[in-house]
């Protein structure tokens, strides 16, 4: 059975960082492909970021590139999301989701983590 669980939101002020980390069961990171969405308030879910370890991918939606990097932690079966220059706009519900054996530009979710709030101030 897979299962996410993601961790680590919380309270920042903008140009702060934030780590979120995605614990994985149940998959092999060779065969998935996970991801971070977020949704904000009012708006649609918003893939942020995601990587493939099959065939080396790694994206980042625009809004995010240069500022957000994801990650596998091998040693605690985790992907992490390092968040920085954190704006107000960043505030949402990110949520880790993972499809096996896809990829990256096709990833809508076959699994769910919950959700973990994060909250830019300004």
């Known amino acids: 059975e897979v299962q996410l669980q993601a961790s680590g939101g919380g309270s920042v002020q903008a140009g702060g960082s934030l780590r979120i980390s995605c614990a994985t069961s149940g998959l092999t990171f060779e065969d998935s492909v996970i991801g971070w969405f977020r949704q904000a308030p009012g708006k649609e879910l918003e893939k942020v970021a995601c990587i493939g370890k099959s065939d080396g991918t790694i994206s980042y939606a625009d809004s995010v590139k240069g500022r957000f990097a994801i990650s596998i932690d091998n040693t605690k079966r985790a992907v992490n999301l390092e968040m920085t220059s954190l704006k107000p706009e960043d505030t949402a519900v990110y949520y880790c989701?993972?499809?096996?054996?896809?990829?990256?530009?096709?990833?809508?979710?076959?699994?769910w983590g919950q959700g973990t709030l994060v909250t830019v101030s300004s």
């Open positions: 989701g993972a499809d096996l054996f896809g990829k990256c530009w096709s990833l809508r979710g076959q699994f």
